[in-house]
Antibody, heavy 124, light 109 residues
Framework: QVQLVESGGGVVQPGRSLRLSCAAS????????MHWVRQAPGKGLEWVAV????????YYADSVKGRFTISRDNSKNTLYLQMNSLRAEDTAVYYC?????????????????WGQGTMVTVSS | QSALTQPASVSGSPGQSITISCTGT?????????VSWYQQHPGKAPKLMIY???KRPSGVSNRFSGSKSGNTASLTISGLQAEDEADYYC?????????FGGGTKLTVL
């Protein structure tokens, strides 16, 4: 079945780095744009980053720009989020999500498939 | 990249209809027909309920409908049921970025 499975979360000290992975299955991963969305404990959803189906375009929320890098390996059906210079305010559940558009260059920023989330805690 | 504005809470009785508003600006909601809505139950991942303002994904009840006027989008749930009690979030495309609303807690009385 169509599925996204995140991994790589954990407890990390401020200023350190962490890389999240999102393994996709059950659909043609290379045809879809992919997003990262996060949710701090007890808070709402926050869009983090997007990458086009072929990696040609990437956009980031201002809160993570310059610190986080989104990437993908279509040969491995895997999405990544490299998080550097982590701060306490980055503590959240991180979800990967599929863009609902499957027609090439056009993304619609609607997230039709979500992973179960992976928790990142930034604390000394 | 300011968050969209949603009411913190709404409530309704079973069988009633409720509407949740989502107010943005001319840089997001007002400029693009790319508003989506999500339902989230405690401890669960969000679920897509409406996309492109008013389209329903396969499997989502037709009790859920979406609309937009100017800088404000709306989600209407008719024939409220107990299982509709959840948090609801709107999201809009904002020129390369995505922006969510703060979320609305729906209580079914």
């Amino acid at each position: 079945q169509v599925q996204l499975v995140e991994s790589g979360g954990g407890v990390v000290q401020p200023g350190r780095s962490l890389r999240l992975s999102c393994a996709a299955s059950g659909f043609t991963f290379s045809s879809y744009g992919m997003h990262w969305v996060r949710q701090a404990p007890g808070k709402g959803l926050e869009w983090v980053a997007v990458i086009w189906y072929d990696g040609s375009n990437k956009y980031y929320a201002d809160s993570v720009k310059g610190r986080f890098t989104i990437s993908r390996d279509n040969s491995k059906n895997t999405l990544y989020l490299q998080m550097n210079s982590l701060r306490a305010e980055d503590t959240a559940v991180y979800y990967c999500a599929r863009d609902a558009a499957d027609y090439g260059d056009y993304l619609i920023y609607a997230f039709d498939i979500w992973g179960q989330g992976t928790m990142v805690t930034v604390s000394s | 990249q300011s968050a969209l504005t949603q009411p913190a809470s709404v409530s309704g009785s079973p069988g009633q209809s409720i509407t949740i508003s989502c107010t943005g600006t001319s840089s997001d909601v007002g400029s693009y027909n790319l508003v989506s809505w999500y339902q989230q139950h405690p401890g669960k991942a969000p679920k897509l309920m409406i996309y492109e303002v008013s389209k329903r994904p396969s499997g989502v009840s037709n009790r859920f409908s979406g609309s937009k006027s100017g800088n404000t989008a709306s989600l209407t749930i008719s024939g409220l049921q107990a299982e509709d009690e959840a948090d609801y979030y709107c999201c809009s495309y904002a020129g390369g970025f995505g922006v969510f609303g703060g979320g609305t807690k729906l209580t079914v009385l």
